[in-house]
């Protein structure tokens, strides 16, 4: 059973762009969830998506968005990056029950450099 | 607001002995809590859950226990190997609002 893919896994962009990151979870679950990892920040929510339906959101900017099309993949685009964007996107998907079967698996993330 | 909370950054452990992770957390609401293992540049690995409703969960060398009194929960790793040489994030989750809080890690060295 394969894993969460995430592309790209390195990606440099310079201030002023916007940046998409792609993830397809793992068969079968049909929520997905992205984080924001820094150093000494642990693993900051951006949101959540199950069924294309977007359940949580985060307390980051508007430039944070994201999406989930009809087959559970899912987008996350940064608008305007700033030099404070650089971190490790993490995504993660779950079967998006209660209890058992709510683990969530991470994928091995984006490392997004803004220069 | 930090609701989860693992106040120990790093901790040093003798291969063979015991390591035990702490983790508190201030939301009542939370209603399972996991451990992930991190390598740098790797995204975490799930090890091992517990649901609010239980106070231990067991699997192999992995024991969480959760002490809903004190709103604490603890990972031990017997016995530790050098490979336990990791990052270990703890994260809550209330199930109605579908986001995990994750708390900032503790450095685990295990010496060989």
């Known amino acids: 059973k394969a894993g969460v893919t995430q592309t790209p896994r390195y990606l440099i962009k310079t201030r002023g762009q916007q940046v998409t990151l792609s993830c397809s979870p793992i068969?079968?679950?049909?929520?997905v969830s992205w984080y924001q990892q820094t150093p000494g920040q642990g693993l900051q929510f951006l949101f959540e998506?199950?069924?294309?339906?977007?359940?949580n959101k985060g307390n980051f900017p508007g430039r944070f968005s994201g999406r989930q099309f009809s087959n559970s993949r899912s987008e996350m685009n940064v608008s305007t990056l700033e030099l404070g964007d650089s971190a490790l996107y993490l995504c993660?998907?779950?079967?998006?029950?209660?209890?058992?079967?709510?683990?969530?698996?991470f994928g091995q993330g984006t490392r997004l450099t803004v220069v | 607001d930090q609701q989860v909370k693992q106040n120990s950054p790093s901790l040093s452990v003798q291969e063979g002995r015991i390591s035990i992770l702490n983790c508190d957390y201030t939301n009542s609401m939370f209603d399972y809590f996991l451990w992930y293992k991190k390598y740098p540049a790797e995204g975490p690995t799930f090890l091992i859950s517990?649901?609010?409703?239980?106070d231990k969960n067991e699997d192999g060398r992995f024991t969480v226990f959760l002490n809903k009194s004190a709103k604490h929960l603890s990972l031990h790793i017997v016995p530790s190997q050098p490979g336990d040489s990791a990052v270990y994030f703890c994260a809550a989750l209330h199930s109605g609002t579908y986001k995990y809080i994750f708390g900032t890690g503790t450095r685990l060295k295990v010496l060989a």
């Open positions: 998506y199950f069924s294309e339906t977007q359940r």
């Open positions: 993660a998907s779950s079967l998006g029950g209660t209890g058992s079967g709510t683990e969530a698996f």
């Open positions: 068969s079968g679950h049909r929520s």
């Open positions: 517990i649901s609010s409703i239980k």
